[in-house]
């Protein structure tokens, strides 16, 4: 069963007017942090259409194609069109110990054409100039083949993509030595990665939050944005 919209209404307003009166004795920035996201939350649930990938044509679901990751490429456009301010978009199957070129063959002709499509639809709408587009994995895979054709995990030297916002195009950071097992130019990590993702967005990635009386960093004082990749 579901609840009716005025019983539900009823419910918010008490809330609001309970929390107003927290707010007059004891409001921090961490209250003021949990009411915006319920608030947020809550204007998510009214804007359901939103969800609706069938309100787009015909001609889209086939040129981002009709497979799981098409149709949600073509979402996080939507979503993008619509302010949404975050979005992640998964590709699977990707974890390769076994018949690794096999399946890579598989899921790059997968991957190709729908987020070519996104970026293609972001720059003609003008939204590839406020929307940092990241390209990523959690690992690299090994550089050495094992015995069941597939490549394992491999830490130490992977790339990563980049763009729209304030990135640089075609810029290249970076380099591994001819076998790929490891860095030997310009070498960056996680740190580095964040301070960029915050400028490249317009943020200033050595400003820091108040929480609780504690000044907490955006990023780790310790490192720095990759210069060359910001314009």
């Known amino acids: ?25 004891r409001r921090t920035a961490e209250t003021d942090v949990y009411t915006q996201s319920y608030e947020q939350a809550l204007q998510l649930m009214e804007k359901r259409d939103v969800f609706d990938i069938q309100k787009e044509t015909d001609k889209d679901h086939e040129r981002y194609g009709r497979h799981d990751f ?7 456009r939507r979503l993008l069109e619509n302010d949404v301010p975050f979005v992640q978009v998964s590709h699977t199957n990707y974890d390769t110990h076994n018949e690794n ?6 899921q790059m002709a997968e991957f190709d ?3 070519s499509s996104l970026i293609n639809d972001l720059h003609e709408r003008g939204l590839l100039r406020t929307t940092l587009v990241v390209v990523m994995s959690e690992f690299g895979r090994t550089p050495k083949i094992n ?30 030595n001819d076998n790929g097992t490891a ?15 915050l400028q ?19 990023a780790d004082p310790s490192r720095g944005a990759i210069s060359e990749l910001i314009v």
């Open 70 to 76: 098409g149709q949600h490429c073509l979402m996080a």
């Open 1 to 25: 069963d579901s609840l009716a919209v005025d019983v539900d209404d009823k419910r918010q307003s008490l809330r609001r007017s309970m929390n107003d009166r927290f707010f007059s004795m």
């Open 113 to 115: 054409k729908p987020f």
């Open 147 to 176: 015995v069941r054709y597939g490549r394992d995990h491999w830490g130490t030297a992977w790339s990563i993509c980049l763009g729209g916002a304030k990135v640089q195009p075609g810029a290249i950071i970076g380099k591994t």
């Open 183 to 197: 860095v030997v130019d310009r070498e960056v990590d996680h740190g580095h990665l964040f301070h960029t993702y």
């Open 200 to 218: 490249a967005v317009g943020l200033d990635s050595n400003s820091s939050f108040n929480l609780g009386g504690r000044e907490v960093p955006m």
């Open 101 to 106: 070129f096999n399946f890579h063959l598989e």
